[in-house]
């Protein structure tokens, strides 16, 4: 599961907020599916350039990319993966965000709408703000710190 952190959990809200005011949305172009929209916010890289990298690199969707993601090959689309993986997510995160899958995202839905459209808008940016939800509360859990209640008792 990715690292919570306010970068990644801003770059989510933000292209939820894009996609939903209109953002150029096309599940089968690289740089405008659900993974494609949300490079361009952490990459700063436009659309076309995108789906450039990822046609350079091999053939596949997001997942198929990820999926041979190497670290080490500078290849375009390895590159900008490696961006991505910086801003805290993983590259299963990134094969469950091209198809809205991750269980813990979608356990935060209510049953009647866990079944989200990988292809949908609407159901993108729900599992894109359910995302972001889901990092920003690990991110405050993460951030309190209990006391050391053995210590604490033998003090008393």
């Known amino acids: 599961m990715a ?3 306010i970068k990644l959990i801003t770059a989510l809200r933000k292209t ?3 996609l939903s005011s209109g953002a150029k949305y096309q599940w089968g172009h690289m740089g405008q599916c659900n993974c494609g929209n949300l490079a361009q916010e952490i990459t700063q ?3 076309n350039e995108i789906h ?3 046609l350079q690199t091999r053939e596949g969707d997001w ?5 041979e993601y190497c ?3 500078k290849l375009p689309m390895d590159v900008m993966i490696t961006k991505m993986l910086e801003a805290g997510l993983t590259t299963a995160d990134l094969q469950n965000l091209e198809k809205l899958s991750d269980k813990n995202v979608l356990a935060r839905l209510p049953k009647e709408k866990r079944y989200l459209s990988h292809n949908v808008r609407h159901d ?3 599992y894109m703000n359910t995302f972001a939800d889901f990092l920003e509360e690990e991110l405050f859990l993460n951030s309190i710190q209990l006391p050391d209640f053995e210590t604490e008792l033998q003090t008393i």
């Open 16 to 18: 939820a907020e894009k």
């Open 124 to 126: 993108v940016v729900i």
């Open 3 to 5: 690292t919570p952190n």
């Open 45 to 47: 890289m436009s659309e």
């Open 71 to 73: 670290g080490i090959s």
């Open 52 to 54: 450039a990298h990822a």
């Open 63 to 67: 997942s198929e990319q990820t999926a």
